[in-house]
């Protein structure tokens, strides 16, 4: 399908089942391979969040008393309409952020209906009501939930929160990133085509210091759901604090890949160029520290170097491309901006560097990079770039890894690779809230949420539906 500017616009906001023009004020989305606009947004105003709240307040009864299982067959239904529109939600999100087109299709629309299945999946075993001694422990749904999501995974991010918040019975209403918009509408199609009643899910478009600011502090929103960066989750949490609301958060990470001596290097360097790169290095959990033994150190650089070879920048729509833009010229300036101080503070580009990409200096392009020579307590090893840069940190024991590892204010992914029982012991120590051993599969089943500044709570699995309920003991 051939996408045009009348495909992208979107008209207004979605409130009680249907599209509600604003005041008529518009912001464009920008593409970030031609600088020019690809569509336009209506600009949300407290006023509008209003009338999205009082939808998701007056909606919430009736879904709150629809039966689990029915709420799952609801859910379950949304998974397959989402993957029904892999092409359009692919479409989309190479429009506004630039990934690369078969990457879109498979983890920016595939996957968030992987997770909305794995989600529905949990209603059958979720311990709805138990019964612990003499007192009967029942979850509840919170109420109306306010989620505000990022701009790196725009469907999947929504996905992971409004799935759980709307099994458990909640209402929500949802603020996209308005730098990436455009699957919001096409997941309003696909609710209401999967049978959520009208008022249950509502959409308000908008920046995030007017409606999220307004969304944090509304007094009918019982609980904010957000993932972004440290800093604004910080003001959340402030925001939110003034009524004492829940607060989720998702922030930054800082992901660690620590090999260890007598590891599968050739599987290491593939599975650490393959996290990096891809999505453009736009990833909260991006493998952006490989820690090496200091014997292996060359090797491994000589394989990375080889290795990235494979991964050409270029046009997001050709199917070909490995490695788009970054999603914006802001975003193309921070990333520059850290690989320029890399260089300043003594590191070794050894792949990439700084400016533009002859032949593609019209979009947001930025080289893929690898750093040697990094001091562990450097930017460039310390800060959440967001981008296609590597760091290699040799370290001379086990015990130097697991301190450099954990030398960061995040805590939220990490990796090891290595003889599977050394590298769960290694694991335990670390202080996140994911591990990966060997490149394992990532389990939609399992808690995904960080340690320290890169939040609290966690989403997915068991624990993740748990997050958006209240906890009753009825006493018999």
């Known amino acids: ?31 970030p391979v031609t600088g020019a606009p690809v569509a336009s947004i209506p600009v949300g105003t407290p006023a509008d969040l209003d009338l999205a709240v009082a939808a998701a307040r007056a909606a919430l009864p009736g879904w709150a008393a629809t039966p689990p299982s029915d709420r799952a067959a609801v859910i379950h239904r949304l998974s397959e309409e989402i993957m029904a529109r892999t092409e359009d939600i692919a479409q989309a999100v190479t429009a506004e952020i630039g990934a690369p087109i078969s990457f879109s299709r498979m983890g920016h629309a595939g996957f968030p209906a992987l997770v909305t299945a794995a989600v529905a999946s949990q209603a059958a075993g ?43 019975g909640n209402s929500v209403v949802l603020k996209p990133a308005d730098l990436a918009p455009l699957t919001a509408p096409i997941l309003a199609a696909a609710a209401k085509a999967a ?73 290491a360097v593939d599975a650490t160029l393959m996290n990096i790169f891809s999505n453009s290095g736009q990833a909260c959990g991006a493998w952006a520290r490989l820690l090496v033994p200091a014997s292996l150190h060359d090797e491994i650089v000589g ?39 890399g260089i300043a503070e003594g590191a070794t580009v050894v792949v990439g560097g700084p400016g533009r990409i002859r032949g593609l200096e019209e979009g947001a392009y930025i080289r893929p990079t690898i750093f040697t020579n990094v001091d562990p307590g450097s930017t460039i090893a310390q800060e959440e770039i967001f981008g296609p840069v590597l760091t290699v940190i040799a370290y001379t024991d086990e015990d130097d890894a697991v301190a450099i590892a954990n030398n960061t204010v995040y805590g939220l992914t990490a990796s090891v690779y290595g003889e599977r029982e050394h590298a769960l012991d290694v694991a335990k120590r670390l202080q996140v809230g994911q591990v990966y051993i060997n490149g394992a599969d990532f389990n939609p089943l399992a808690p995904f949420g960080g340690y320290k500044q890169s939040g609290n709570g966690r989403e997915m699995g068991r624990a993740g539906l748990e997050e958006f309920t209240e906890v009753k003991a009825i006493q018999l």
């Not at 509304?218 to 829940?246: L, Q």
């Open 1 to 31: 399908m051939t996408y045009t500017h009348e495909h992208l616009t979107i008209r207004g906001h979605w409130i009680n089942g249907e599209t509600i023009a604003g005041d008529g004020t518009t912001i464009d989305v920008i593409s």
């Open 126 to 168: 979720f311990p709805w009501t138990e019964e612990v001694g003499n007192s009967l422990i029942v979850r509840e749904p919170v109420g109306v939930v306010g989620a505000i999501t990022p701009w790196n995974f725009p469907l999947q991010q929504v996905m992971t929160k409004i799935a759980p918040a709307l099994l458990a």
């Open 195 to 267: 049978g959520l009643p009208d008022g249950v899910l509502n959409v308000v478009y908008g920046s995030g210091p007017v409606v999220g600011e307004a969304m944090s502090a509304h007094p009918d929103i019982d609980m904010i759901s957000f993932t972004g960066s440290t800093a604004a989750g910080k003001r959340i949490s402030v925001a939110a604090s003034e009524t004492v609301k829940r607060v989720g958060l998702g922030l930054g990470g800082k992901t660690a890949n620590i090999v260890l001596e007598g590891a599968d290097t050739d599987a």
């Open 303 to 341: 394989k990375l170097v080889a290795g990235a070879a494979l991964y050409t920048v270029g046009d997001p729509n050709d199917e070909t491309t490995r490695v788009g833009p970054v999603a914006s010229e802001a975003q193309w300036s921070r990333v520059n901006g850290y690989i320029e101080t």
